[in-house]
């Protein structure tokens, strides 16, 4: 006879699907956001600004795909594991139906709406954004461009204030006449200078897949602030006056709308002017970046670790064993650091050892735990007898053999039990215990249900045993004798 256990450890579900990732991302960026906006905004550290704008959107990006194991180093305490061979238990042929319950399907169909609803937002946003790269484009192709301080400036025809974009820096024709045109000129070297497009196509290009939160769109206005403050901290340290500077600021046109640009607008000059005029920050304000330190460690902790923690092994409730009075044995296991499983204790339980060290092996275990298994010792159980007086044998020197082995049997049975509708329909699964006999002709006989779960599951379990194909009878000091087997058939909904 084989006795089989399965133990599994619980496992976290791995949180990089679509869903996962906009959420964690979503509130990543929801609470670094905020601490920009109340602690940091009104500070004139630009740069680290600008680093810790940016290095909430990278950290929030990349927080979904980061998983840190944590062990928890605690004693292994076991139940007491009874040991009898009750039954020849089969592997265990599993079932998948589909739920047709009606609040999976009202689930399912919301969550396909939703689906949608997103990816049409993420088309949208896409779609919209490389219209303004081609019209970038076509501005640079329709325009004449020459050659200004290690920039391209591409003249328009058409009025309308300094803007840049990657290398390129968009002026009116009529505005390179201006009086500030130099000044203008030279914050939008800095731009370039800085690198700023770059920032701005990686938010909108997070703002295409983020574009339900709001939070991005509060991140991608702050970024375009202070660039402007950069810019015009650049221009101010240059010797031009702050006040002249102003001026031209407030006469300045409103640039060009297309928005992947760094470009003047009215909704910005005032802040700008005002953080001119603003006296430097003190140096604790740098302080206040370690809060947002603090909340990234946190959000690692709460969405990226894993708690790996050695816990109570349960057993599968597996059929009830026959009574019968034995003796308690006590021994020790002490998985070691190469995985290795080291049992002490009585000699009687080398026969256990073996099980015990092949169950455990292929899982992955924690070093250095130790626990205690207490074995129930029980004689061997010969046989039964049926009611026509003919012996049923559990252990026999040959033991049958459905046609092909038992990876057959296993396909036999996959291939032969339909899930019942009513089953899927109401949401019912679980594993049904079939036993039966395997007689001396090879036949099956003597089917009946172990353990069951529902009477339809039940049903479909007995149907599919019954109708098994002829076995090759097992043999027993070279008579064909019958002998017991159990199946468990596990119905489960996907």
Not at 20 to 48: C, D, H, P, Q
Not at 218 to 232: G, K, M, T
């Amino acid at each position: 006879m084989m006795l089989s256990a399965i133990w599994k450890t619980k496992q976290k579900p791995e949180m990089n699907s679509i869903v996962n990732f906009l959420l964690e991302s979503g509130i990543s960026l929801a609470l670094l956001v905020t601490i920009y906006v109340v602690m940091l905004r009104k500070e004139t550290y630009f740069r680290l600004n600008r680093l810790f704008l940016l290095g909430s959107v990278l950290f929030s990006v990349l927080l979904p795909f980061l998983r840190f194991r944590i062990f928890s180093m605690q004693p292994v305490v076991l139940p007491e594991v009874t040991v009898t061979p009750y039954r020849n238990l089969l592997e265990t042929a599993t079932i998948y139906g589909q739920d047709l319950s009606g609040s999976v399907e009202e689930f399912v169909l919301s969550t396909q709406i939703l689906i949608l609803i997103y990816l049409a937002g993420v088309a949208f946003f896409l779609v919209r954004l490389l219209i303004r790269f081609i019209q970038l484009f076509l501005l640079v192709k329709k325009n004449k461009v020459v050659s200004e301080s290690s920039v391209k400036l591409v003249v328009l025809k058409r009025e309308t204030g300094p803007f840049s974009f990657l290398n390129y820096v968009f002026v009116g024709e009529n505005f390179r006449q201006h009086d500030g045109y130099e000044r203008m000129l030279m914050h939008e070297l800095e731009h370039v200078k800085q690198g700023h497009s770059f920032d701005v196509i990686f938010l909108e290009l997070l703002a295409v897949f983020q574009w339900f939160n709001p939070f991005v769109w509060v991140l991608r206005r702050a970024i375009r602030e202070n660039h402007e403050y950069l810019a015009d901290r650049a221009v101010l340290s240059s010797g031009i006056s702050c006040g002249y500077y102003k001026s031209l600021l407030l006469n300045q046109f409103v640039g060009s709308q297309l928005t992947v640009a760094n470009n003047f607008n009215y909704s910005l000059i005032k802040n700008r002017v005002k953080m001119m005029s603003k006296i430097k920050s003190k140096k604790l304000a740098i302080s206040k970046i370690i809060l947002g330190i603090v909340v990234a460690g946190a959000l690692i902790v709460t969405f990226a670790c894993e708690q790996k923690n050695t816990e109570t092994i349960k057993i599968n409730n597996e059929p009830s064993a026959l009574e019968n009075d034995g003796n308690v044995a006590v021994f020790k296991s002490v998985v070691t650091k190469n995985g290795r499983i080291k049992i002490e204790g009585d000699k009687s339980l080398a026969e256990f050892k073996q099980l015990f060290a092949q169950l455990s092996d292929g899982f992955d275990v924690v070093a250095d735990s130790i626990g205690d298994i207490y074995l129930i010792k029980k004689e061997p159980l010969k046989s039964k007898q049926l009611h026509k007086g003919e012996q049923v044998f559990l252990i026999v020197e040959n033991m049958p053999e459905f046609p092909g082995g038992d990876k057959a049997l296993l396909q036999w049975i996959a291939k032969s039990v339909k899930y019942p509708a009513v089953a899927q329909k109401n949401g019912i699964e679980g594993k049904v215990y079939v036993s039966f006999v395997v007689t001396k002709t090879g036949e099956v006989a003597n089917v009946t249900i172990a353990r069951g779960v529902d009477p339809s599951l039940n049903k479909e379990a007995l149907r599919v045993v019954s109708s098994m194909p002829a076995w090759k009878p097992g043999r027993q000091k070279g008579k064909a004798v019958n002998v017991n087997y159990t199946v468990p058939i596990n119905f489960v909904l996907e």
